[in-house]
């Protein structure tokens, strides 16, 4: 009997070290809680801009000044770039939707003049891809451990 | 040993030594004289979105206080010049748009229209008085004319055939000649 308990602690522990311990596994669950409600308000925030000064101020922070390098509109005071931030005001309250005004500046400027890349199309891809990539190496690297621990145990 | 290996290369590293230096040095002369002698590039067709498109409308009032649409002048070719007086290509390129327009306009197949691009109508005026061009020159009432034909810098120059379909975008400064080299090749490719 004395054996059998003996015998029984050591796998008991093997088990409880497979497994994690009760302190391990809770914070772990923490920090995917913590993860998912991040990805959460980052995806489905809605939130935008207040007032049409801000909209039109993030507006331009993702239109490039065309005659500056590296610089969005509203970062530049050159005279185009003066000139994009008036046409996105104007386009602002005359009821224009974000999308419309940036596919006003790329369809004059082409898809170069967007700082940030369009969501559909081929484009939409840079905005897909690092969330497949990231699924995909978690998913790898949770199976390497998994059979790493196997192999140890 | 090795020393006496290294005395035998050093005679054969100080032979080659110079020649890579000559070459380098050589080639950077060239180089920095192609750079200095070249004439800057003028009349370089560049894409444009617009192209093949219906000009967008530029509707204003010139500097001699006159409204302007550019609708108007369909039946003939236009050059829509975007300049600055601030600008030195601009500067370099103006004698040749007056040589142009001189010349089209007697033969009327071809107007040129100007659009000052961050520009003072006071400067603009002055800059007119004294390097001449006696064609449209929209000074006010045209923001936004330079976003709807996508500027990105000036000198820009667009031709609008006579339908009021963009068909060219010139980059770089004009010249007369080479203006009109473009139009025949236009006209020869037809509408």
Redesign the interface.
């Known amino acids: 009997m004395t054996d059998v308990v003996a015998a029984s602690k050591p796998a008991a522990r093997r088990d409880r070290r497979r497994r994690g311990s009760r302190p391990a596994r809770a914070s772990w669950l923490a920090m995917a809680l913590v993860l998912l409600v991040a990805l959460g308000i980052g995806t489905f925030d809605t939130g935008g801009p207040s007032s049409p000064e801000d909209r039109a101020q993030a507006l331009a922070s993702t239109i490039r000044c ?2 500056c390098r590296s610089q969005s509109a509203a970062d530049s005071d ?3 770039s ?3 931030r ?2 996105i005001r ?1 386009r602002i309250d005359a009821g224009q939707s974000d999308g419309e005004i940036r596919r006003y ?1 790329s ?4 898809e170069a003049i967007l700082l940030t890349p369009s969501s559909s199309g081929i484009a939409g891809a840079v905005w897909v891809l690092p969330v497949v990539a990231l699924v995909l190496g978690g998913a790898g690297l949770g199976a390497a451990f998994w059979r790493w621990r196997r192999w140890a145990s | 040993m090795e020393g006496m290996l290294d005395d035998l290369d050093r005679p054969a590293r100080r032979r080659v030594a110079p020649w890579v230096a000559g070459g380098i040095g050589l080639v950077l002369v060239l180089f920095v004289g192609v750079l200095a002698t070249r004439e800057p590039a003028q009349n370089r067709l560049t894409d444009s ?2 192209l093949g498109d219906v000009a967008p409308p530029i509707v204003g009032t010139t500097l001699d206080e006159d409204r302007f649409d550019l609708d108007r002048l369909r039946g003939r070719w236009v050059l829509v010049n975007f300049f600055a007086t601030w600008c030195a290509p601009c500067r370099k390129e103006h004698p040749e748009l007056v040589s142009f327009s001189r010349r089209h306009e007697q033969a009327g197949d071809a107007v040129v229209v100007s659009v000052a ?2 520009d003072e109508a006071d400067d603009v005026r002055a800059y007119f008085d004294d390097n001449g061009g006696d064609w449209p020159v929209l000074v006010g009432d045209v ?2 004319v ?8 000036v000198p820009e120059s667009y031709l609008v055939d006579p339908a009021g379909f963009v068909r060219a975008k010139v980059t770089g400064g004009v010249t007369s000649s080479g203006l009109d080299g473009i139009l025949a090749e236009l006209r020869g490719a037809g509408p």
């Open positions: 065309p005659t050159s005279p185009a003066r000139e994009i008036g046409e104007a500046f369809s004059r400027y082409g | 979105n617009l691009y961050g923001d936004g330079s976003l709807d034909y996508g500027v990105a810098g």
